[in-house]
């Protein structure tokens, strides 16, 4: 019987659209391929390291601690770097917030920087005009021996420079004028300052004794804000060293 031959087509076809058997061979070729490249792979591995002596072996062996060691001390040295960075970005910042905190808390006290807190406020009435500067400044410095930490008087700032002068009843403070009903702000703990303004020969008793003839009224408050400013005065002799 003569042997038929197939088309171009049917050949492709067949091709594209194996059977089950058909399949089943090619992936047990597929295995087999894989299975001997990976053989392949493993007696090139195997004899890579086989034609090495012992003492080359431990040459490698030593060369890979070495490279390891090497990679674990950059590592180290990187962690550490990083570190540094961290901790040095922070005290920066620390010491920016402490310098900035330190120029605010001079400025309240040089009497640049307006301020805010708890504190008391004396009003003094002089119907006599036999109120004197020496009273004020006094009166002052027992404020800050009580522990005021800004003060402002009739609307002048009063800071560690400032100079009372004038007559009773004409009474200036750093050249300003002022007159009575007097009132001084004082922030600074309310209790400490109202008790440092009674006690015996304080302020209260200087201001109502009868050749003053004055009333003093003190008033505690939660919240005093105090928004007179002073005005340095640059030195004619002192330079900083």
């Known amino acids: 019987m003569p042997e038929q031959r197939r088309s171009p087509g049917e050949v492709l076809k067949a091709f594209l659209t194996p059977n089950r058997a058909q399949g089943v061979i090619a992936v047990i070729l597929c295995l087999v391929s894989m299975a ?15 034609a090495l002596r012992r003492d080359e072996l431990i040459a490698l062996l030593d060369q890979l601690n070495t490279n390891n060691n090497e ?85 002048v700032r009063i800071v560690a420079s400032s100079a009372f002068g004038g007559d ?4 200036t403070v750093d050249g300003s004028p002022i007159r009575a009903p007097y009132v001084l702000k004082v922030i600074g703990e309310p209790h400490a300052l109202a008790e440092g303004a ?13 050749e003053v ?17 002073h005005t340095p005065v640059d030195p004619r002799y002192a330079k900083p060293a």
């Open 71 to 155: 990679l674990r001390r950059e590592i180290d040295e990187q962690s550490e770097q990083r570190r540094q960075l961290r901790s040095g970005a922070a005290s920066e910042r620390l010491a920016q917030e402490q310098a900035r905190k330190r120029i605010q808390e001079l400025a309240i006290l040089g009497g640049t920087a307006p301020a805010q807190g708890p504190g008391i406020t004396i009003r003094i009435t002089d119907p006599k005009n036999a109120v004197t500067a020496q009273l004020l400044l006094d009166a002052v410095e027992e404020m800050r021996d009580a522990g005021a930490e800004v003060m402002e008087l009739n609307g």
């Open 198 to 210: 009674r006690f015996r020969g304080g302020l209260v008793s200087q201001a109502q004794a009868p």
């Open 168 to 171: 009773p009843g004409e009474v």
């Open 36 to 50: 001997a490249v990976w053989q392949m792979r493993a007696n090139r591995e195997d004899q890579t390291y086989s």
């Open 213 to 229: 003839g004055a009333d003093v009224t003190i008033t505690p408050s939660d919240l005093l804000i105090i928004t007179a400013l």
